[in-house]
């Protein structure tokens, strides 16, 4: 066996390992999802107060998500990314236990905050693919993270919206045992991926996750991208914190039809990033696939804001298939402008956005909710914030091309001329 040959099957072995971990990860979060928007209305009497609190449980969760994503990144580069990761399976673990047993509405927020301090899986998982992949196949490494991600998601809602109609804290159970179960996975089968020689000095002004987000604005090689990925990550923050309400005070959905719903954005999902990705690279490009992802979504969110029924909500998913090769291809471009041993300050940087998101987001979101949530169910204003989902698209849409015509158009040219060109991206 060649040299070449053995060291490709020890980077799959790997990413095998943590794709298992990413999964098993999701999969727990997506059993709450349909469920958790449902839970919090059982400590509070009004549709409009149900809206309101929920955002502030979500927005708890971003606070707290926000200032450690960051720090757990930079402390991957530090010590590694396999501890890091152990750390935020036991976080997540216990926050579903303490969900699930929570007896009054702060319960439910000591829940959040211990999930916002250890939710860092998907930054560090991240710069653990990015630590074993070359930069040629690293967006397909990033693009079955995202497969995974997905993967957990066809599965999580689907059984979470199932146990979800018999009991509502049934979800965070099975949630807390898988999460359990990733944690003495991991400990066993996860190898380290940063070896000692490659890892990055520690220095506390790392973990400001403030100064994070300005190291990100203020490199201008990517400063576009940035914004770019702000735009989208918002308007997809507050689509993910306003679906279940949405549909259930819209079409009156049950955990079970939230739970379909959401296998069905999985599945879409996991082709695209598993299945797709390498040929819509090879045929469009990363800038052009990006560019055409957030097109797609756009329209996606119009789509959704302006529905009038039910069934139009799974039709647009499943029209939207571009939407979900976009993140892969933009975190691609944006890997290649940073060195290895700041993959994982990088990546844990990205999330603080994801972060940020989820502070603004759901108390944006859920107040327009709750403010037109007493409307008629066929109201077009019932879905306003979907529109302003769809703005933050457009205007993503305005700011990559700029950006992409001002440090890609040479690039831009030659994926126009070789469409079936591997390197072409």
């Known amino acids: ?90 976080g997540m673990c216990l926050n579903f ?60 809602p689907m059984l979470g919206g199932l146990l979800g109609n018999n009991d509502l804290h049934l979800p965070f159970y099975v949630a807390a045992l898988l999460g359990a179960a990733n944690l003495v996975y991991g ?15 520690f220095a ?13 604005v203020r490199r201008k090689d990517i400063r576009g991208l940035v914004i770019v990925i702000a735009l989208v990550t918002f308007g997809q923050m507050m689509l993910q914190s306003t679906w279940v309400l949405y549909t259930t005070f819209r079409f009156g959905w049950t955990p079970r039809d939230n739970g379909i719903a959401m296998f069905c954005v999985g599945l879409v999902s996991a082709v695209v990033q598993a299945g797709l990705l390498a040929v819509l690279i090879r045929r469009f490009g990363e800038v052009r696939l990006s560019l055409l992802g957030i097109v797609s ?30 993140a892969p291809a933009l975190q691609a471009i944006i890997s290649k402008t940073t060195p290895s041993n700041q993959q994982g300050e990088l990546m844990g940087s990205l999330q603080s956005i994801s972060s940020l998101g989820v502070i603004i987001t759901p108390l944006v979101g859920t107040a327009i909710l709750a403010s037109v949530s007493d409307l008629p169910p066929g109201d077009w204003r019932i879905g306003s914030h979907f529109l302003l989902c769809a703005a933050l698209q457009a205007a993503a849409i305005f700011v990559a091309w700029h950006y992409f015509r001002k440090h890609h158009a040479h690039d831009s040219t030659q994926e126009s001329k070789r469409p079936v060109d591997s390197n072409a991206a």
Request: positive net charge; glycine residues 10%.
């Open 1 to 90: 066996m060649s040299s070449t040959t053995a060291l490709q099957k020890s980077t799959t072995g790997k990413l095998n390992f943590v794709l298992v971990c990413i999964f098993i990860d999701m999969l727990g979060i997506g059993l709450i999802v349909p469920v958790m928007p449902l839970l919090v209305g059982q400590f509070v009497p009004a549709r409009e107060d149900h809206a309101l609190w929920f955002g502030v449980l979500a927005a708890t969760f971003g606070v707290l998500q926000f200032l450690f994503m960051p720090a757990l990144g930079a402390l991957s580069d530090r010590i590694g990314r396999r501890p890091v990761l152990l750390y935020s399976m036991a």
């Open 97 to 156: 236990l303490i969900t699930a047993w929570a007896p009054t509405l702060a319960w439910l927020f000591v829940g959040r905050i211990i999930g916002g301090m250890s939710s860092a899986s998907m930054s560090v998982a991240s710069a653990y693919a990015s630590d074993i992949s070359t930069k040629e196949n690293r967006a397909k490494s990033f693009g079955k993270i995202g497969a995974a991600f997905g993967l957990g998601f066809i599965c999580g």
């Open 187 to 201: 400990y066993f089968f996860v190898p380290e991926s940063l070896p000692p020689g490659e890892r990055a000095p």
């Open 204 to 216: 506390w002004a790392r973990l400001n996750p403030l100064a994070a987000l300005l190291r990100l």
């Open 297 to 326: 979504g756009s329209f996606a969110f119009l789509g959704y804001g302006l529905a009038t029924q039910g069934w139009m909500m799974y039709a647009i998913i499943l029209c939207n298939v571009l939407a979900f090769a976009a």
